[in-house]
């Protein structure tokens, strides 16, 4: 419980304090009074004035935000450093630069654990890994390290070999697997189970892996291709939830809470990992078009840049509304999914 809580307020602050940097570092840079910086919500545990800004610590680490003047043109006492007084380009930087510092901070990440970590790639020879724990595998005797040899009397050369058999089998049907342990030849059944997400076969087992150390520009160029491939996935992801919104497995604070627990228990690097994927995932879902999220502040002031004058505050307003019950009810949903994963799974 200790390093679930330890696990998920590092994973939050690193994650909330990244986003609303970029958010305070675009409105200093682009001449706006930003009065307060704060990664939490609620009281305050620590604050200090530097200049014309408090920077605090609150007490619910689930949030943050940058207090910068002027964000409501009604009630703006920086006069020309508020907000809403810059130009419409100036307000696009400082909206879109959250989601971006949630994208450069996986790049920073995974150049981190690839340059002193070194890499980690899939082994191309037909030898287990890792057995996961309560899998078909592991009730059928399969261990680490294991060759397998055959596929229901199949020749086996390469884990390719190995994976493209068991995608022509059924969940129904018994697959018989011949393996090499210690320089003995043994055979074993199990049936394999269909993975929805993943859409294939699955036995409960993973590839062994070759280890090398990474220099510079190869760590550079793996972080960057890295972070490309998972963009790609999660939209691929987000489009699938679009498509068919009542079989999403969404997790909310606590899911993830629990999330960043486990991940902790396997070490410090699954961690950056795992603190890069909801960086990449804060990023996307903050750009989506819905008015309480940077996508929906940005296409309003996409609409002020177009019409040459802003939206009246009445349309503002009830875009808010309208954003803050569709994600009020999407934490509802999230939440409903952790308490049955947490109490009733």
């Given at each position: 419980?200790?390093?679930?809580?330890?696990?998920?307020?590092?994973?939050?602050?690193?994650?909330?304090?990244?986003?609303?940097?970029?958010?305070?570092?675009?409105?200093?840079?682009?001449?706006?009074?930003?009065?307060?910086?704060?990664?939490?919500?609620?009281?305050?545990?620590?604050?200090?004035?530097?200049?014309?800004?408090?920077?605090?610590?609150?007490?619910?680490?689930?949030?943050?935000?940058?207090?910068?003047?002027?964000?409501?043109?009604?009630?703006?006492?920086?006069?020309?450093?508020?907000?809403?007084?810059?130009?419409?380009?100036?307000?696009?930087?400082?909206?879109?630069?959250?989601?971006?510092?949630?994208?450069?901070?996986?790049?920073?990440?995974?150049?981190?654990?690839?340059?002193?970590?070194?890499?980690?790639?899939?082994?191309?020879?037909?030898?287990?890994?890792?057995?996961?724990?309560?899998?078909?595998?592991?009730?059928?005797?399969?261990?680490?390290?294991?060759?397998?040899?055959?596929?229901?009397?199949?020749?086996?050369?390469?884990?390719?070999?190995?994976?493209?058999?068991?995608?022509?089998?059924?969940?129904?049907?018994?697959?018989?697997?011949?393996?090499?342990?210690?320089?003995?030849?043994?055979?074993?059944?199990?049936?394999?189970?269909?993975?929805?997400?993943?859409k294939r076969f699955l036995i409960g087992v993973q590839?062994?892996?070759?280890?090398?150390?990474?220099?510079?520009?190869?760590?550079?160029?793996?972080?960057?291709?890295?972070?490309?491939?998972?963009?790609?996935?999660?939209?691929?992801?987000?489009?699938?939830?679009?498509?068919?919104?009542?079989?999403?497995?969404?997790?909310?604070?606590?899911?993830?809470?629990?999330?960043?627990?486990?991940?902790?228990?396997?070490?410090?690097?699954?961690?950056?990992?795992?603190?890069?994927?909801?960086?990449?995932?804060?990023?996307?879902?903050?750009?989506?078009?819905?008015?309480?999220?940077?996508?929906?502040?940005?296409?309003?002031?996409?609409?002020?840049?177009?019409?040459?004058?802003?939206?009246?505050?009445?349309?503002?307003?009830?875009?808010?509304?309208?954003?803050?019950?569709?994600?009020?009810?999407?934490?509802?949903?999230?939440?409903?999914?952790?308490?049955?994963?947490?109490?009733?799974?």
């Amino acid at each position: 419980m200790i390093l679930t809580i330890i696990s998920a307020v590092f994973v939050f602050g690193l994650l909330v304090l990244v986003h609303e940097f970029g958010h305070f570092i675009t409105a200093k840079m682009t001449g706006m009074r930003v009065d307060e910086f704060a990664i939490g919500f609620g009281p305050k545990l620590i604050s200090t004035r530097k200049g014309e800004t408090i920077y605090s610590i609150r007490a619910i680490p689930l949030g943050g935000f940058n207090d910068i003047a002027g964000m409501d043109p009604t009630n703006n006492e920086a006069g020309s450093r508020g907000y809403c007084e810059k130009p419409v380009l100036s307000r696009m930087i400082v909206i879109l630069a959250g989601s971006a510092m949630n994208f450069v901070l996986p790049v920073i990440l995974f150049f981190g654990i690839f340059f002193f970590a070194g890499v980690d790639e899939p082994s191309p020879e037909p030898v287990i890994g890792n057995v996961i724990e309560g899998k078909a595998a592991e009730v059928a005797g399969l261990k680490s390290g294991d060759r397998i040899i055959s596929v229901n009397g199949n020749e086996v050369k390469t884990w390719t070999d190995f994976t493209s058999q068991l995608q022509n089998m059924d969940e129904n049907t018994n697959v018989n697997l011949s393996y090499e342990r210690d320089g003995n030849i043994s055979e074993t059944l199990l049936q394999p189970t269909y993975d929805k997400s993943s859409k294939r076969f699955l036995i409960g087992v993973q590839s062994d892996v070759i280890h090398h150390d990474a220099g510079f520009f190869e760590s550079i160029k793996l972080a960057l291709q890295r972070t490309f491939e998972i963009i790609a996935m999660m939209l691929h992801g987000l489009k699938e939830i679009f498509m068919s919104p009542s079989q999403a497995e969404l997790a909310g604070p606590i899911g993830i809470a629990q999330m960043a627990g486990k991940v902790a228990e396997t070490g410090f690097v699954p961690l950056l990992n795992f603190a890069a994927l909801l960086s990449l995932n804060l990023g996307i879902i903050n750009l989506l078009p819905v008015p309480a999220l940077d996508g929906g502040h940005f296409v309003t002031l996409a609409l002020e840049a177009v019409r040459g004058k802003p939206l009246g505050p009445k349309a503002i307003i009830y875009a808010q509304r309208v954003g803050v019950v569709l994600l009020l009810l999407l934490m509802l949903f999230a939440t409903k999914n952790d308490i049955v994963r947490v109490f009733f799974s």
